[in-house]
């Protein structure tokens, strides 16, 4: 059996085509494929990075707007035995209308994995939004299962489409993992990322002098704050200097500093650019750093187990890539409590709310009280290993197993793989 999955992939640039590289890595040689967009139409930048000569990757999809069944099939193989599994979310697959249409001509079992689908909207009375309904509603009677990544969207698509209950499964976001790098006390990583920041990354000289001046990752004194990531409007990054500022007013024998690293992924947008000359202006060398470049991928996780408190309050949001490598960092994680990121955040054992002033009483405790943050890496760390990559790569088989055995049983004398509810039990959270 062989699964194939449809997706945006290396060199392309987004959080799905990482997602998409990240479930493979760890699926077994010879079992999997990739469909991808035709590079010379893809709509989003490419990156130098590009699959090794053995990835069995196949650029064929003509375009996010002309996508059909044939290009599909033909980058299939002559295998009958296998499944085709779509990463979807609707900036990506622009015609819902087609993309429904494509799956019905589709003559193999087929999977939808759901990115971008919320549960805490007033859209509907199901949590979804309007459009994610009608979608849904076109969906499911063409695909023999979807699945989601949190138990807030599974409990919302249930509500709203009990009749296709067995076609709705649980399969959680993967999480890295660090394991040298999550034992690694924060003084030995603030260390690391100093060093790389002022010696050897792309940053200009002037970040690098307030780095050295302000020693704001070699000082013990200083509580640091940050994020990183591409610089857009929706992760609310102004609110990261905003909260620095609370907090050392409710700290003034305190240092508190945030730190945010990223780039803008492309300067055309007009919102994104006006959030990043924001952010600029707002950066002030002894206390506020935005730190303007790209973390390469042994780095990123380093900043994330430096910082003190990896804060995250986002605007709209249901996944973060960033996420799951902080929680394989063993970073002490503050968020907003906002469908899936907060799901997972609560259930990894970190601080999370609705309200942005008790996030800060929360931050606040962790400062006061050590010992928190330490319990909070040390959860994170256990919800790594539960969802690691491999583990969600096996139960991807595991799903596919199931749904090709169905299909040869047939109705009658063959029961619909259970949906998956590893994960139904109550959250914790830190405070």
């Given at each position: 059996?062989?699964?194939?999955?449809?997706?945006?992939?290396?060199?392309?640039?987004?959080?799905?085509?990482?997602?998409?590289?990240?479930?493979?890595?760890?699926?077994?040689?010879?079992?999997?494929?990739?469909?991808?967009?035709?590079?010379?139409?893809?709509?989003?930048?490419?990156?130098?990075?590009?699959?090794?000569?053995?990835?069995?990757?196949?650029?064929?999809?003509?375009?996010?707007?002309?996508?059909?069944?044939?290009?599909?099939?033909?980058?299939?193989?002559?295998?009958?035995?296998?499944?085709?599994?779509f990463q979807h979310e609707f900036g990506i697959w622009r015609?819902?209308?087609?993309?429904?249409?494509?799956?019905?001509?589709?003559?193999?079992?087929?999977?939808?994995?759901?990115?971008?689908?919320?549960?805490?909207s007033h859209e509907t009375v199901?949590?979804?939004?309007?459009?994610?309904?009608?979608?849904?509603?076109?969906?499911?009677?063409?695909?023999?299962?979807?699945?989601?990544?949190?138990?807030?969207?599974?409990?919302?698509?249930?509500?709203?489409?009990?009749?296709?209950?067995?076609?709705?499964?649980?399969?959680?976001?993967?999480?890295?993992?660090?394991?040298?790098?999550?034992?690694?006390?924060?003084?030995?990583?603030?260390?690391?990322?100093?060093?790389?920041?002022?010696?050897?990354?792309?940053?200009?000289?002037?970040?690098?002098?307030?780095?050295?001046?302000?020693?704001?990752?070699?000082?013990?004194?200083?509580?640091?704050?940050?994020?990183?990531?591409?610089?857009?409007?929706?992760?609310?990054?102004?609110?990261?200097?905003?909260?620095?500022?609370?907090?050392?007013?409710?700290?003034?024998?305190?240092?508190?500093?945030?730190?945010?690293?990223?780039?803008?992924?492309?300067?055309?947008?007009?919102?994104?650019?006006?959030?990043?000359?924001?952010?600029?202006?707002?950066?002030?060398?002894?206390?506020?750093?935005?730190?303007?470049?790209?973390?390469?991928?042994?780095?990123?996780?380093?900043?994330?187990?430096?910082?003190?408190?990896?804060?995250?309050?986002?605007?709209?949001?249901?996944?973060?890539?960033?996420?799951?490598?902080?929680?394989?960092?063993?970073?002490?994680?503050?968020?907003?409590?906002?469908?899936?990121?907060?799901?997972?955040?609560?259930?990894?054992?970190?601080?999370?709310?609705?309200?942005?002033?008790?996030?800060?009483?929360?931050?606040?405790?962790?400062?006061?009280?050590?010992?928190?943050?330490?319990?909070?890496?040390?959860?994170?760390?256990?919800?790594?290993?539960?969802?690691?990559?491999?583990?969600?790569?096996?139960?991807?088989?595991?799903?596919?197993?199931?749904?090709?055995?169905?299909?040869?049983?047939?109705?009658?004398?063959?029961?619909?793989?259970?949906?998956?509810?590893?994960?139904?039990?109550?959250?914790?959270?830190?405070?």
């Open positions: 059996m062989i699964i194939t999955f449809v997706s945006p992939f290396k060199p392309i640039i987004c959080g799905i085509a990482d997602y998409t590289d990240f479930v493979t890595r760890e699926c077994p040689a010879g079992k999997w494929a990739v469909l991808s967009f035709n590079l010379n139409d893809r709509e989003a930048p490419l990156s130098q990075e590009h699959p090794s000569p053995t990835t069995p990757v196949w650029y064929v999809i003509p375009s996010r707007t002309t996508f059909t069944a044939t290009s599909i099939l033909e980058g299939l193989g002559s295998d009958r035995d296998q499944v085709i599994w015609d819902n209308a087609r993309f429904v249409d494509m799956l019905a001509e589709l003559p193999r079992v087929k999977v939808v994995t759901l990115h971008s689908l919320h549960f805490q199901y949590g979804l939004r309007r459009h994610e309904h009608l979608f849904l509603s076109q969906l499911l009677p063409h695909t023999d299962a979807i699945t989601v990544f949190s138990n807030g969207v599974r409990r919302a698509v249930l509500r709203a489409f009990p009749e296709f209950h067995e076609k709705v499964h649980l399969l959680q976001h993967g999480t890295h993992l660090f394991p040298g790098l999550a034992t690694l006390s924060r003084a030995q990583a603030k260390a690391m990322i100093h060093d790389y920041l002022v010696d050897e990354s792309p940053l200009d000289q002037e970040s690098k002098k307030q780095l050295r001046e302000q020693r704001v990752f070699l000082d013990p004194g200083t509580t640091v704050l940050g994020g990183a990531g591409f610089i857009t409007a929706s992760k609310g990054i102004d609110l990261l200097f905003h909260a620095c500022d609370t907090l050392q007013q409710m700290l003034p024998e305190r240092k508190i500093a945030a730190v945010y690293v990223g780039l803008l992924r492309e300067s055309g947008g007009v919102e994104d650019s006006r959030c990043a000359e924001a952010l600029k202006s707002k950066s002030r060398g002894k206390q506020h750093f935005l730190l303007e470049t790209y973390l390469p991928a042994h780095m990123l996780p380093v900043l994330l187990r430096a910082l003190d408190v990896y804060f995250y309050w986002p605007t709209d949001c249901t996944q973060s890539g960033i996420l799951a490598h902080a929680l394989g960092a063993g970073a002490t994680i503050a968020c907003r409590d906002m469908e899936g990121v907060g799901e997972a955040v609560r259930i990894a054992g970190g601080l999370t709310s609705h309200k942005f002033g008790d996030l800060i009483a929360g931050i606040q405790r962790l400062i006061l009280e050590p010992g928190l943050g330490d319990q909070a890496s040390e959860k994170a760390s256990v919800y790594a290993q539960s969802f690691s990559w491999k583990n969600q790569a096996s139960r991807h088989f595991e799903l596919a197993e199931e749904l090709c055995r169905y299909r040869v049983g047939g109705l009658a004398t063959a029961s619909p793989p259970a949906p998956d509810s590893s994960a139904d039990g109550e959250p914790s959270s830190v405070g």
